[in-house]
């Protein structure tokens, strides 16, 4: 019944590891977004894709890495993590409007050691 | 570029009190405004939106009106509840190159008994 979910809901690696983080949406929606949660609760957004396609990355350093190999998943890869990568990692879809309401997932809290 | 601008929390308020959250906008175009509430240790939910000019959003007692001539999108609510406790979101989409949400800094609000 979840509409939009994450795995996992936490990760703690240490500094240099490489981690993915996945997301699946069962609303039927072309596009889905990662976005980034930091410490003081500010969000960002860091890929969109629509229908698999890349259509927004927001200056994120090319270690993220999100793939998308249907419209339903959308996942993020990040290599050699370091600590100011830690934050709180939310994805969200939605139709294709300005209009739409943006559904997010329950988020992964990912800490760099 | 778009930004939204948030009154600066935490807020903290007797129950039944009466809740104003201030949020003004800066926009290139015609934005859809939005509030989400983050709940503790969960993800955002939708709580309102208005995709134009002097539409009022509302639900579960929350209000906001989109005022294009003060570039503001407030959101108010005669009686809060100890369960309204959250991080409220004030938000802009643009739409087009990738319908992007624009995030305000987030308001803390605490509801004591």
């Known amino acids: 019944d979840t509409a939009v979910s994450q795995t996992p809901k936490y990760l703690v690696t240490q500094m240099g590891n490489d981690k993915s983080i996945k997301c699946e949406q069962n609303?039927?929606?072309?596009?889905m977004y990662w976005y980034k949660q930091d410490s003081k609760k500010f969000l960002k957004i860091m890929f969109s894709?629509?229908?698999?396609?890349?259509?927004i990355n927001e200056t994120v350093p090319n270690r993220f890495s999100p793939k998308s190999p249907d419209k339903a998943h959308l996942n993020l890869h990040i290599n050699s993590l370091e600590l100011g990568d830690s934050a709180v990692y939310f994805c969200a879809s939605s139709l294709q409007t300005r209009t739409d309401t943006q559904y997010f997932g329950p988020g992964t809290r990912l800490t760099v050691l | 570029g778009d930004s939204v601008t948030q009154m600066e929390g935490p807020v903290t308020l007797s129950e039944e009190a009466f809740l104003t959250i201030n949020c003004t906008y800066t926009?290139?175009?015609?934005?859809?405004l939005f509030w989400y509430v983050q709940y503790p240790g969960e993800g955002l939910q939708l709580l309102l939106k208005a995709t134009k000019a002097d539409d009022k959003g509302s639900n579960k007692g929350f209000e906001a009106t989109y005022r294009k001539e003060t570039t503001s999108f407030h959101l108010e609510k005669g009686s809060v509840q100890v369960s309204d406790s959250a991080v409220y979101f004030c938000?802009?989409?643009?739409?087009?190159?990738?319908?992007?949400?624009?995030f305000g800094t987030g308001t803390q609000l605490k509801v004591e008994l």
């Open positions: 938000a802009l989409s643009e739409g087009g190159g990738g319908n992007k949400l624009t």
């Open positions: 926009a290139t175009g015609y934005p859809s």
């Open positions: 609303l039927g929606h072309d596009t």
């Open positions: 894709y629509n229908n698999k396609e890349l259509i």
